[in-house]
């Protein structure tokens, strides 16, 4: 379903723990990135990722990590430093050589129980 | 830092009416524009781009204008459907960075009254 897939689809977590949100992709796209999504705030960027075993911060970076050791996967974790990690968040990718929008994967929301 | 504005964040027409969502950006460097349209749960898909060197872009009933002077590019939806009931999100980025990060809008809710 659109060569990008995240999972799981909903997940729950206890306050102090630490959560990996998986997203992984058959399209052979050299970028990756992280977007988380809050109502009223639109999509801002975690992380990126342009080749294997690279990744930059995004503006929110704070809280998460993430990892590139294979070029179809690029796991986001939310650590317990993440304070407000309840929202829905979205993996994308692109092919670096070309001006093509995103193909995103249809999302994780998150939520602290 | 680099923003963009997206206006309005709800808007509601009746069905067969036009709509039109606004966005300005602040990165003169800005270079690419897509349109995303996510209903709810689900994805955003894109749904239309504009490159700068272009002003105007349409595919069916879907078109996007861009005014690089000032800065602005708005996506207009022609004889509107329930089915365009969704919310939709206006990016810019700069394809010279080599990054290609998004700056998205905050997005705008459309209803089409039946």
């Known amino acids: 379903d659109g060569g990008i897939t995240q999972s799981p689809k909903y997940l729950f977590r206890k306050e102090g723990q630490n959560v990996t949100l998986s997203c992984e992709q058959n399209?052979?796209?050299?970028?990756m990135y992280w977007y988380r999504q809050d109502p009223g705030q639109g999509l801002r960027l975690i992380y990126y990722?342009?080749?294997?075993?690279?990744?930059q911060k995004g503006d929110i970076a704070e809280g998460y990590s993430v990892s590139r050791e294979k070029k179809e996967s690029f796991p986001l974790t939310v650590t317990s430093a993440q304070k407000n990690p309840t929202a829905f968040y979205l993996c994308?990718?692109?092919?670096?050589?070309?001006?093509?929008?995103?193909?995103f994967g249809s999302g994780t929301r998150l939520t602290v129980v | 830092g680099e923003n963009v504005e997206q206006h309005p964040s709800t808007l509601s027409v009746q069905e067969g009416d036009s709509a039109v969502i606004k966005c300005t950006y602040s990165d003169s460097a800005s270079n690419y524009f897509p349109w995303y349209k996510q209903e709810l749960g689900k994805r955003p898909q894109l749904i239309i781009d504009i490159r700068s060197n272009v002003g105007e872009k349409k595919d069916q009933r879907i078109a996007v204008t861009l005014n690089k002077t000032a800065k602005h590019f708005s996506l207009h939806i022609t004889e509107t459907q329930p089915e365009d009931s969704a919310v939709y999100f206006c990016a810019a980025t700069r394809t010279t960075s080599g990054t290609y990060k998004y700056i998205f809008g905050t997005g705008t809710r459309l209803k089409v009254l039946a």
């Open positions: 399209l052979n796209h050299d970028a």
């Open positions: 994308a990718s692109r092919q670096s050589q070309a001006i093509y929008g995103y193909t």
């Open positions: 990722s342009q080749i294997v075993n690279d990744f």
